[in-house]
């Protein structure tokens, strides 16, 4: 009876179970990164998130469940949304 050695690493355990490494099975797709209210609240430097979502202001959110989750691309686009063009912004100076 031979002696059965397991495998020493996952691509030696995926050529001995027949299976490819490159074939597509369509789960290869990366999916965009959901960030917690605590990530987002770090990286605004923002205390107020949870205060904001619940007036219906700041990025938009994705809820999974009871889980809060905001999208990379939904952040930035909301940072992007606020700011401020100081060309416009500045008004003429009353003597």
């Not at 299976?19 to 990286?43: C, F, I, S």
């Not at 202001?57 to 909301?78: I, Q, S, T």
């Amino acid at each position: 009876m031979a002696k059965r050695i397991c495998p020493t690493s996952r691509s030696d355990a995926l050529a001995e179970s027949g299976t490819h490494q490159d074939k597509d099975d369509g789960m290869n797709e990366t999916q965009p990164r959901a960030l917690t209210e605590h990530e987002v609240a770090q990286r605004l430097s923002l205390s107020a998130l949870r205060a904001w979502r619940l007036k219906r202001k700041g990025p938009r959110y994705v809820r999974f469940g009871r889980a809060v989750r905001y999208l990379v691309a939904d952040v930035e686009r909301y940072v992007d949304a606020c700011g401020v063009d100081v060309a416009r912004e500045q008004r003429p100076v009353s003597d």
